[in-house]
């Protein structure tokens, strides 16, 4: 007589395999969101750019990023992620941003 019955070994290797297949499948997803979300902004920080340059404007505007700063800051601990993290993401993108900025001003 042979044992059919299931190896629990088994079922746990798989049951893990299919949550890490649903992991990286959201993550996939939220990656996708997070670049089309970024080529959005960067396409109204191009409008922006190009406003300042027609009307002589500073690339850069400190008030406005120091309120931003402070505003992800916020939201990333009210979302559950480091703020440390979510401030140099968004240094990050307001370095790209006033370069973008000062290429329009040339």
Do not use: C, W
Request: hydrophobic share 40%; net charge negative.
């Amino acid at each position: 007589m042979t044992d059919t019955s299931p190896d629990p070994q088994t079922d746990a290797v798989a049951k893990a395999a299919q949550i890490l297949a649903d992991h990286r499948s959201s993550i996939d997803r939220l990656d996708a969101i997070l670049v089309y979300t970024l080529g959005e902004r960067f396409k109204h920080t191009q409008a922006v750019g190009k406003l300042k340059a027609q009307h002589d404007l500073p690339p850069s505007d400190p008030d406005r990023e120091a309120a931003q700063i402070a505003r992800l800051e916020d939201l990333a601990k009210r979302a559950d992620l480091d703020p440390e993290f979510a401030k140099k993401f968004l240094n990050f993108i307001i370095a790209e941003v006033i370069q973008h900025h000062k290429s329009h001003q040339k």
